[in-house]
């Protein structure tokens, strides 16, 4: 069972609208938690990381949050820009091992 | 900074051939991993090394990939004989030390696109 589970699957928004993405982990104990951009057909490159004690993080228009005790983390895209369509994905480290837990990332299409 | 190299980008073949990707990691990064990502889903850690030991390749189909980092660089996967379930991206990621468990981050290549037919 994936430990991590992300919604919505996809989403499409209009330029210059905001939207949030969800990160909901059973990981346990956690160490950190990251969001990745994956452009179509390039390799992931990592937007935030946020240990258990930080409960959020920017990278400009990126905005992440996490709530360690609920194990919930959200993205939050502000004022959408046409490259920020891609897709999403959340990475949880645990405490205790090197495995890290990949979501299946969510899809975001900026229409113009 | 140059980033992780792979080739080919993309390869199509037919089911029963084999097949090799080749991936040169960040100069300096000790830790080297292949993951496979099915269209839809998150990536999939096939194998990791650390310098040219593997540290976990509990996921990898070992009766049909190997994959091996002679010399702790550069690395290749091999696939032999592929299936039509092999059809995914082959991501190649390398950072200094190992994740999972510190802060330390995984930089990815651009990815191998197979088309097992």
């Known amino acids: 069972k994936n430990q991590v589970e992300q919604s919505p699957q996809s989403l499409i928004i209009l330029e210059g609208k905001n939207c949030t993405l969800q990160?909901?982990?059973?990981?346990?104990?956690?160490?950190?938690l990251r969001w990745y951009k994956q452009d179509t057909g390039r390799g992931p490159v990592s937007l935030t990381i946020?240990?258990?004690?930080?409960n959020t993080k920017s990278n400009g228009r990126y905005t992440a949050t996490l709530d360690a005790d609920t194990k919930q983390s959200s993205l939050h895209i502000t004022a959408s820009q046409l490259s920020d369509s891609a897709s999403y994905i959340c990475?949880?480290?645990?405490?205790?091992?090197?495995?890290?837990?990949f979501g299946a990332g969510t899809t975001v299409t900026v229409r113009a | 900074e140059a980033g992780v190299a792979q080739s080919p980008r993309y390869k199509i073949i037919e089911k029963r051939q084999s097949v090799a990707f080749w991936c040169n990691p960040i100069?300096?990064?000790?830790?080297l991993y292949w993951y496979q990502q099915i269209l839809g889903q998150g990536p999939k850690l096939l194998i990791q090394?650390?310098?040219?030991?593997?540290?976990?390749d509990s996921q990898l189909p070992k009766d049909r990939f190997s994959a091996e980092r002679l010399k702790g660089v550069d690395s290749t996967l091999k696939i032999q004989p592929a299936k039509l379930e092999d059809s995914a991206v082959y991501l190649c990621?390398?950072?200094?030390?190992?994740?999972?468990?510190?802060?330390?981050?995984?930089?990815f290549g651009p990815g191998t696109r197979l088309l097992v037919l």
């Open positions: 946020m240990t258990f004690s930080e």
């Open positions: 990160c909901n982990y059973t990981v346990s104990p956690f160490s950190n």
């Open positions: 090394f650390q310098n040219n030991g593997v540290v976990d």
């Open positions: 100069s300096g990064h000790a830790t």
């Open positions: 990475v949880v480290s645990p405490r205790n091992d090197y495995k890290l837990s």
């Open positions: 990621a390398s950072s200094l030390r190992l994740a999972g468990r510190n802060e330390e981050t995984q930089y």
